[in-house]
Nanobody
């Protein structure tokens, strides 16, 4: 089992920045990929960015150049640095950890960007 705890959400004005954190605990050695997803009201959950165990990253087109995903192995934590935030980035952001055959989600953290 893997437990994920997100933090760092909040209210920010358009153009501002936030950094989300996702701390993993449990069977973390089994994790191959960690990622951030988001779900806005009335919309499906969508991928924001992923970070693999060998350091590869992948981003949704809508956040490329503005968001950066990174990991700290010593702290078992994945971060999402969000810059130049837009109102359309408003959503609940979820951390996800993936291992072979298993899938784990955090509880979500709200990000609200005001115009």
């Amino acid at each position: 089992q893997v437990q994920l705890v997100e933090s760092g959400g909040g209210l920010v004005q358009a153009g501002g920045s936030l950094r989300l954190s996702c701390a993993a605990a449990g069977s973390i050695s089994s994790i191959n990929v960690m990622g951030w997803y988001r779900q806005a009201p009335g919309k499906q959950r969508e991928l924001v960015a992923t970070f693999t165990s060998d350091g590869r990253t992948n981003y949704a087109d809508s956040v490329k150049g503005r968001f950066t995903i990174s990991g700290d192995n010593a702290k078992n934590t994945v971060y999402l640095q969000m810059n130049s935030l837009k109102p359309e980035d408003t959503a609940v952001y979820y951390c996800r950890a993936m291992s072979i055959g298993r899938n784990y989600w955090g509880q979500g953290t709200q990000v609200t960007v005001s115009s």
